[in-house]
């Protein structure tokens, strides 16, 4: 079972006759959810202690109890900011800084314990309630979340 | 200093796991290693981990695994020392414990190969053999000839190389390695956690296969397995207050000295090692290990070894090296069935790294298989003879880092 | 069985180093080994720490072998911050061995160490968001520190400047701007608000060693030690599931080191510390987290200048990781400082601290005492 990413370019340095890639294998609860991304939606996994953790995963990070696809719950698509920044930097792949503007968010999903680190769209304020913004085509990837928006109040 | 033993094993099925990511890996063999124990996680206080990170592709990935195996709130120390990390690791959780600073303590080593995209182990021998041997482009190589002296697999060459120097000076022939390939895979097949398992492999079957580098032929080399091994140790008071109800498998002695490293003749020191059959360090290693067990006659004392070898000339050399046969003989031993699991003097029982290699997972395995055949836990390949000592033992690096651990069914020797 | 460090020796950080990182190595075990007093004979174990990625080599150790001075000794490796290659070398002192060399280096130049980060990051989710990297979580958890305990950037700056003033009077450290002040830090570049150049550590090269030993050599030999009186170490969650506002395993890691060496109250008992913050915010939530101060307080411990180099409780006289960040090495460094402090009567003793991971999700804390 594999984990597509067609973001993850493969570089070629000069003079370098051979590629050397990693293909890390999802894992079947985790491959559950990135079906449910292709279809739009966020599955976390629910414990019985009461811990949401998202995205899901065979063992609580609380209690450590075991967790399986018995245990995915569907999440609300919408979320609190626990804190942003602007960022101004990017790099590379071999690491070269790169100027941006964008700013990134940590998430807390309505109904889940996990925090999500997410871009954000548009400015946002800590405490303020966000939602997720979909990709048109849906691969079932990381990438099929843009990023989150502000709730119009 | 405190006397320690090996109280629970867990192992994954090693193989190519493309089913569980490497995070479910080592929890899966934590979580064996702690029922087995018979303890809870509340009782574990730290852990050791290791493996080669370059392979999986995630640095320092104990760090996303913290919480699947409890380890948050506790001391998790790692250790990395090429293949014999496995064993460096049961050996940090040895010292962790028998110095005092903690009662019960959980060593997990794994490997994820399946991670890379590229066949085998490629990208993590590349991460290997191009940092550490890119002083050669000083020299005159150019880059394509490195890529293909790299690809052509960093190991397997000295590997390849040291194989020809033994039996150059042991007088054995290229029969012997298929041999003990054969024997490892005959093994392999009743250990239901190994990966390439054939029943009736025979030396001839062996023989059969291409031929890659003079003397190794396919049939020689070990697969590139994912897989992860874990053992719980505890101090003689835990064990008392934690009463468990099955035997437990006592460390003796440990060691693990270092040589030099054993390739292309130069370093970049500017010394060399000339003869990497020496293996200088493993004859120290074992040396030391022997003196703090108290053994004083491994060939009398020791009862079976898990010796790790990739490649099957190195079972027979390091034998030698571990004391348990003279300098250049352990060859003999072998034709004459000595070393089978119903032998005199059984060595990799389990089918060894020539039938499982998860890098990480295989230098702990060495030690959690002999804690499996000293208390009797071993199932079908378990030894026919009763084990009261046994020596695991483990390389890495450029064939100069070394561990060898004694194991016993009793807290000390008289 | 008390252990202690009887010598020790730190490269100059640097960045672009003309030294291989053999050549950083020898210079560090051979110069540690001359301050103790001792030959590579008389050393027992080798315990270096260098991490594969850093590097950007697998089995990074393994042609260290010789310039540590572990060639056909009983060695072994840390791969993460030294300090807690210094605690496996205690665990092998209180076991077989009498003395032993620990040995850390990181050269920064060969690949950025922020990009190296983003390796740490889960990858099946985390590192898929290109956005995301130590720095950019580090900036995420100082606004979430910022907001709730109303920290204002000047407060985060003053740590910065205290200890950028430090280090520019530290002939070790690498980023030494004399006569640096709060404007010209509050003007620097910004990564990632708040993070800004001079309020982050920059990454450097270096190589450090320490020599510890049983105290019944201590005393065979005559031998000046400075005694580790205690030591913690713990673990957090992964970044996902952790609450930003705490440094958790900090707390778990001084806890356990006080309790072994009798601290009760480390303020008035502990004379310095040194302290490894990747971040200058994170000083305040070090300060916290090692019950110097209650949460949320630490501006109050910056601006009544109890922490610089002439206060009661004088933190990161070296200038700490604003002075320089050489990775693997920086808590070897942290170690250093504070044992050279403690040997000039400085004070009698000392905490010693470094982190490891994203969000410093592992820490360690040693007490030292003269």
């Not at chain 2, 025979?202 to 020689?220: V, Y």
């Not at chain 2, 069935?337 to 290699?357: L, Q, Y």
């Not at chain 3, 910004?190 to 550590?201: D, G, H, K, Q, V």
Request: aromatic share 8%.
């Amino acid at each position: 079972m594999l984990i597509k990413n067609k973001d993850m370019a493969v570089e070629r340095y000069e003079g370098f006759p051979f590629v050397a890639r990693f293909r890390w294998t999802a894992g079947e609860i985790y491959e559950v959810f990135l079906e449910k991304m292709k279809e739009g939606k966020i599955f976390g996994a629910r414990c019985d202690c009461g811990y949401v953790v998202v995205p899901p995963r065979i063992i609580c990070p609380r209690c450590l109890k075991k967790l399986d696809q018995s245990n995915l719950v569907e999440l609300p698509q919408k979320g609190v900011v626990l804190s942003k920044t602007d960022v101004k930097f990017k790099m590379d792949s071999a690491g070269n800084f790169e100027k941006t503007d964008e700013i990134l968010v940590a998430v807390k999903i309505n109904g889940a314990n996990s925090i999500l680190f997410l871009k954000a769209l548009e400015p946002v304020e800590i405490d303020d309630e966000v939602e997720i913004v979909w990709k048109e085509e849906k691969e079932g990837i990381p990438g099929d979340i843009l990023g989150v928006r502000g709730v119009k109040k | 200093m405190r006397r320690v033993a090996i109280i629970g094993c867990g192992q994954t099925k090693h193989g190519r796991r493309t089913d569980i990511n490497q995070a479910e890996m080592v929890s899966e063999a934590v979580w064996k290693a702690i029922e087995d124990a018979g303890i809870g996680i509340e009782d574990v206080e730290a852990f050791a981990v290791g493996n080669m990170q370059g392979f999986g592709g995630i640095a320092h990935p104990e760090m996303i695994f913290s919480d699947y195996i409890g380890a948050f709130g506790k001391p998790v120390q790692r250790v990395a020392t090429g293949g014999t990390v496995g064993g460096s690791v049961a050996q940090l959780a040895y010292y962790q414990v028998a110095s005092g600073m903690f009662d019960v303590v959980v060593a997990v080593a794994w490997e994820k190969h399946s991670d890379s995209a590229e066949p085998g182990a490629t990208t993590g021998l590349l991460h290997v053999a191009f940092a550490n041997l890119s002083y050669m482009f000083k020299k005159g190589l150019d880059m394509r000839s490195f890529a293909i002296m790299g690809l052509a697999g960093a190991a397997a060459g000295i590997s390849a190389y040291q194989a020809a120097q033994y039996m150059a000076k042991s007088g054995c022939r290229i029969d012997h390695y298929d041999m003990v390939a054969a024997k490892a895979r005959r093994n392999a097949a009743k250990n239901k956690y190994a990966h390439l398992k054939w029943p009736d492999c025979r030396p001839e079957d062996i023989a059969k296969t291409e031929m890659l580098i003079w003397p190794m032929r396919f049939g020689h080399v070990c697969p590139a397995s994912d897989g992860a091994s874990a053992i719980v140790l505890a101090s003689e008071d835990a064990i008392k207050r934690l009463k468990p109800e099955k035997p437990v498998a006592w460390i003796l002695g440990i060691a693990a000295y270092a040589d030099e490293e054993a390739d292309q003749g130069e370093s970049y020191q500017g010394t060399g090692v000339l003869d990497y059959s020496a293996q200088i360090g493993c004859i120290l290693s074992a040396k030391k290990a022997y003196e703090r067990a108290k053994i004083s006659d491994p060939r009398k004392e020791v009862d079976m070894a898990e010796i790790y070898a990739p490649f099957p000339h190195q079972e027979l050399m390091f034998s030698e090296k571990l004391g348990f046969f003279d300098e250049g003989t352990a060859w003999k031993a072998v034709e004459e069935g000595i070393t089978e699991i119903d032998g005199d003097f059984p060595i990799c029982p389990s089918g060894g790294v020539n039938a499982t290699n998860a890098i990480g997972s295989s230098g702990l395995q060495r030690v959690l298989e002999c804690a499996l055949q000293i208390m009797k836990k071993a199932e079908n390949h378990q030894v026919p003879k009763d084990v009261e000592v046994a020596v695991a033992h483990a390389w890495g690096g450029q064939v100069q880092f070394n561990t060898v651990t004694v194991l016993s069914d009793k807290p000390k020797r008289w | 069985m008390k252990i202690g460090i009887v010598g020790f020796y730190a490269l100059p950080q640097t960045y672009d180093v003309e030294m291989t990182r053999e050549e950083s190595v020898f210079a560090a075990a051979k110069g540690a080994l001359k301050d103790a007093g001792l030959e590579r004979e008389d050393i027992d174990t080798v315990v270096s720490a260098s991490s594969d990625f850093y590097d950007g080599r697998t089995i990074s150790s393994s042609m260290l072998i010789g310039a540590s001075g572990a060639y056909l000794k009983d060695e072994s490796k840390a791969e993460e911050d030294g300090l807690f290659a210094v605690l496996y070398a205690i665990q092998r002192l209180r076991t077989y061995h009498r003395t032993a060399l620990v040995v850390a280096h990181t050269h920064s130049w060969t690949f950025n160490p922020h990009k190296v980060s983003t390796f740490m990051l889960d990858p099946l989710f985390d590192r898929q968001n290109e956005l995301l990297n130590d720095v950019t979580l580090a900036a995420l958890q100082a606004n979430a520190y910022m907001h709730s305990y109303r920290v204002s950037e000047e407060d985060i700056a003053l740590a910065a400047l205290k200890n950028l003033e430090n280090a520019s009077r530290n002939p070790l450290a690498f980023r030494r701007i004399v006569g640096i002040t709060l404007d010209e830090i509050l003007d620097s570049e910004i990564y990632s608000t708040p993070i800004r150049e001079l309020t982050m550590a920059p990454c450097c090269d270096g190589a450090a060693a320490v020599v510890l030993a049983r105290e019944d050599v201590i005393e065979d030999l005559s031998l000046d030690a400075v005694w580790i009186e205690g030591v913690g170490a713990a673990t957090d969650s992964y970044i996902r599931d952790r609450d930003l506002l705490e440094m958790n395993s900090l707390g778990i890691a001084a806890k356990k080191a006080y309790e072994m060496s009798g601290i009760n109250n480390p303020l008035d008992e502990i004379d310095f510390a040194e302290v490894n913050e990747r971040f200058a915010y994170q000083e305040l939530m070090i300060y916290e987290a090692l019950k110097l101060c209650q949460k949320g307080r630490g501006k109050y411990l910056i601006r009544s200048g109890i922490t610089e180099r002439d206060g009661d409780f004088p933190v990161n006289i070296s200038g700490g990781s604003m002075g320089g960040d050489s990775i693997i090495a920086n808590g070897l460094y942290r170690l250093i400082e504070a044992a050279k402090l403690i040997k000039r009567g400085f004070g009698e003793k000392a905490l010693v601290h470094s982190q490891w991971g994203l969000l410093a999700q592992k820490n360690i804390v040693f007490v030292l005492r003269g």
